[in-house]
C-alpha cells in the first residue's frame, strides 16, 4: 500500500495476497468517477465563451485567449479558472480516495511523463479531460496508443503551441507567411520517446515538425477538438530519423507509432518506470527487465506494470523519497480525510511546491530526492504536518503509526512520538517522520 500506491486509509484491509492485489488493479477499465466531467469538447465550449465575454468587454481577443496562446503565470478569469480549480482538485481527490491506488499512481507516472501544464487557456480547459481520455485509458494498453492519443489532445497541441504551425509550402505558410513551431516536434524526441541517445538531428526534429503541421485545434465549429488541417500541412514525403514519411495526416500517425515502438524509447521508458518505482539511480539489471518485456510485447504498459511489480528493487522501501503531492495524499489517506473536508487540496500541494499541472518544464516535475529534499521544503512539509495534526486532534499518533506503517514504524519514530510533549506534538513528530516522507 505504501511503496505501490499512496498509503493505506483506515478503513482498508490489508490484502492477504500483496502481488495478486496490484495486479488485480491493472485489470478492466479505470475506475475514476467520471460522473460530472467535463469532456474535451465540453471544455473547449467554455473557452469559446469566455472569449466572447472578453471581447464583448474589450473589443478584440487578447492574444492569451487563442487555441495556442500561452501566457504564463497569467491570471485566468472565470470560467476556465474555476474549471482548472475544480479539475485539480478532483485529480487530488481521486487519489485520495481510489480503491486502485496502484493504478492510480500508474496513470500519474503517464501524466507526468507526458507533461502539460496551464499555460495556455485551452490547456488550462483541457487538462482534466486530457488525464481522463489520453492518459487513463492507455496506462494498461500500448504505448503507441497512448502516444497519439496525447500528441492529438487539444491540451497538448495547446501547451506546445502546435495549433498555429503551418508547413512553409503549405497553402496558409505560403499565403500568410506563417511559420513552423517545432516545440511539440522536439519534445516528443527528447522527452516522450528516443531521446537524444538514438542520435537524432536537428535536421529531423524540424522535419518531425513539418510532419505534424495541420494538427490543429477546432474551436468553433462541431466537434469541437482535434482537427487536421490540409492547407496548414506541408506537402511531400518527408524524411526523420532515417525513414520517408508520406504526406498528409496519415504521415504523422505512422511516424509516432513508429517512434512509440522504437527500442530507444522502450530503453528510456523502462529507466523512468525503475527510477519511479525502485529508486533514484535505477539498476541496470532490473531496467533491462522492463525494457526486455516492453520490447517482447510491443509496448504493453499492463505487462511492463506486472513486471515492475515482480523487480526485487520495488519492495525494497524507503529508498524513494515522496514527491509533496504524494506526501499530501499520503498524510490524508492516513487520517481519513475525504476531498469535501479538505476544499483547497490544490492550494495545499502548490504550498508544499508541487502544483497540480503546474510543472515548470514540458520534462515534468523531477523523480529524485536531491530536487525535493531542500530545507525549506523540508520546513514546508513540518509546517503543513503541524497544521493536519491541529484538525485530527482525536487520532491517537501511535495507534495511526502502527496502523499506517505496520513494521516500517521504528523504534526511534515509535520513542519521539512517545516522548512528545502533547498529542498534537506527537502526531506532528509522526507525519513528518523518516518513514512518513519515504516510500
Keep these: 500500500m505504501n511503496r505501490f500506491g499512496f498509503g493505506r486509509r483506515p478503513e482498508e484491509r490489508l490484502p492477504s495476497d500483496p502481488h495478486g492485489w496490484l495486479r ?3 485489470a478492466g477499465p479505470d475506475p475514476a468517477p467520471t460522473t460530472g466531467a467535463i469532456d474535451t469538447a465540453g471544455a473547449l465550449a467554455i473557452v469559446v465563451e469566455q472569449q466572447q465575454a472578453r471581447k464583448s468587454v474589450f473589443g478584440e481577443m487578447p492574444p492569451s485567449a487563442t487555441a495556442g496562446g500561452a501566457q504564463a503565470g497569467a491570471k485566468l ?3 476556465v479558472g474555476m474549471l482548472a480549480a475544480r479539475e485539480a482538485h478532483d485529480l487530488l481527490g481521486c487519489a485520495l480516495m481510489t480503491p486502485s491506488p496502484f493504478r492510480e499512481r500508474l ?3 503517464w501524466a507526468n511523463h507526458f507533461t502539460v501544464a496551464n499555460r495556455a487557456t485551452v490547456t488550462s480547459a483541457c487538462s482534466g479531460a486530457y488525464v481522463r481520455e489520453a492518459i487513463r485509458p492507455n496506462v494498461t494498453g500500448r504505448f503507441s496508443d497512448m502516444l497519439v492519443a496525447v500528441i492529438r489532445h487539444p491540451a497538448m ?3 506546445l503551441n502546435q495549433a498555429q504551425s503551418a508547413g512553409p509550402e503549405s497553402v496558409v505558410g505560403l499565403r500568410r507567411h506563417r511559420g513552423l513551431n517545432e516545440n511539440l516536434a522536439r519534445e516528443c524526441l527528447e522527452l516522450h520517446t528516443v531521446t537524444p541517445a538514438s542520435g537524432y538531428t536537428q535536421a529531423d526534429v524540424t522535419n518531425f515538425a513539418r510532419v505534424l503541421t495541420g494538427w490543429s485545434i477546432e474551436l468553433h465549429d462541431e466537434p469541437r477538438g482535434f482537427r487536421f488541417r490540409p492547407k496548414m500541412h506541408e506537402p511531400g514525403e518527408i524524411e526523420v530519423m532515417g525513414r520517408v514519411w508520406p504526406p498528409g495526416e496519415e504521415g504523422g500517425l505512422a511516424l509516432l507509432n513508429w517512434l512509440g515502438t522504437h527500442p530507444s524509447t522502450y530503453r528510456h521508458l ?6 519511479h518505482f525502485v529508486a533514484d539511480d535505477p539498476p541496470p539489471d532490473q531496467v533491462r527487465r522492463i525494457e526486455t518485456v516492453l520490447r517482447d ?4 504498459l499492463g505487462a511492463a506494470a506486472e513486471a515492475v511489480i515482480e523487480l526485487p528493487g520495488a519492495w525494497e522501501t524507503g529508498t524513494k523519497l515522496r514527491p509533496p503531492q504524494d506526501f499530501l495524499v499520503f498524510c ?3 487520517v481519513g480525510a475525504t476531498p469535501d473536508k479538505v476544499p483547497n487540496l490544490a492550494n495545499i500541494a502548490g504550498s508544499l511546491g508541487q502544483g497540480v499541472f503546474q510543472a515548470p518544464f514540458p520534462i515534468g516535475w523531477p523523480d529524485r530526492a536531491a530536487d525535493w529534499a531542500g530545507p525549506e521544503a523540508m520546513v514546508q512539509r513540518v509546517d503543513f504536518s503541524y497544521g493536519l495534526a491541529g484538525r485530527e486532534a482525536a487520532i491517537d499518533p501511535e495507534q495511526l503509526g502502527h496502523a499506517t506503517l505496520g513494521p516500517l514504524l521504528t523504534q526511534q519514530t515509535l520513542s519521539q512520538i512517545r ?6 506534538d506527537a502526531l506532528t513528530l509522526l507525519l513528518a517522520s523518516p518513514e512518513f516522507q519515504r516510500r
Aim: charged share 25%.
Design 332 to 334: 490524508l489517506r492516513s
Design 297 to 300: 510485447t510491443r509496448g504493453d
Design 157 to 159: 497541441l495547446a501547451y
Design 419 to 424: 516522548a512528545a510533549g502533547s498529542r498534537r
Design 24 to 26: 488485480t488493479q491493472l
Design 270 to 275: 523502462a529507466t523512468k518506470l525503475v527510477c
Design 77 to 79: 478569469p472565470r470560467p
Design 107 to 109: 496513470v500519474w507516472f
